[in-house]
T-cell receptor, first 118, second 112 residues
């Protein structure tokens, strides 16, 4: 099991550019979460999906952020246009359906994507 | 969700037990206590969870008081690699679409 795979691990871009972060959840997991972490605000939940359907996007900061999950094995988080205040580490996490009965909140996190917007 | 209160930081000597407290005085009867940790530059890692009975796994033990208003995560023999931020979270289990919200956590420094 390769775990949750995120790409890119590091991204440096200029203000105004589009940024796309990618996530491959653990095979068989049916829930996927996007978190953002900064020194000032800690770990923030941006959005999560159950069975590829967005359930709660109340944490998405503004319309510049969008997330999709076209199938069970892939999700993207897009920022367009990017701004310096978007600089953060973005984590993707997944959770399995079988964990719903014995560990509904047992999430497996990826290594994160560190975004720097200049 | 019930709010949790954790100390900002703690120190522990290598090889000794690390006892990390968490207060959750407003916890409701169907809310579980979860512990995660985050080692520097890595994603958070699940440690353990429980409802009202004490729990133990290969990583740690979780002691929940009888009134469930507080709990303690115990790392029996702390090593330098256990230096991390430890998060205590309370959440209902089993709800469709439930989500985990992380607080500030406790910075545990294990020293040789």
């Amino acid at each position: 099991d390769a775990g949750v795979i995120q790409s890119p691990r590091h991204e440096v871009t200029e203000m105004g550019q589009e940024v796309t972060l990618r996530c491959k959840p653990i095979s068989g997991h049916n829930s996927l979460f996007w978190y953002r972490q900064t020194m000032m605000r800690g770990l923030e939940l941006l959005i999560y999906f159950n069975n590829n359907v967005p359930i709660d996007d109340s944490g998405m900061p503004e319309d510049r952020f969008s997330a999709k999950m076209p199938n069970a094995s892939f999700s993207t988080l897009k920022i367009q246009p990017s701004e310096p205040r978007d600089s953060a580490v973005y984590f993707c996490a997944s959770r399995g359906w079988r964990d719903g009965s014995s560990g509904a909140n047992v999430l497996t996190f990826g290594a994160g994507s560190r975004l720097t917007v200049l | 969700d019930a709010k949790t209160t954790q100390p900002t930081s703690m120190d522990c000597a290598e090889g000794r037990a690390a006892n990390l407290p968490c207060n959750h005085s407003t916890i409701s009867g169907n809310e579980y206590v979860y512990w995660y940790r985050q080692i520097h530059s890595q994603g958070p890692q699940y440690i353990i969870h429980g409802l009202k009975n004490n729990e133990t796994n290969e990583m740690a033990s979780l002691i929940i008081t009888e009134d469930r208003k507080s709990s303690t995560l115990i790392l029996p023999h702390a090593t330098l690699r256990d230096t991390a931020v430890y998060y205590c979270i309370v959440r209902v289990m089993g709800e469709y679409g439930n989500k985990l919200v992380f607080g500030a956590g406790t910075i545990l420094r294990v020293k040789s």
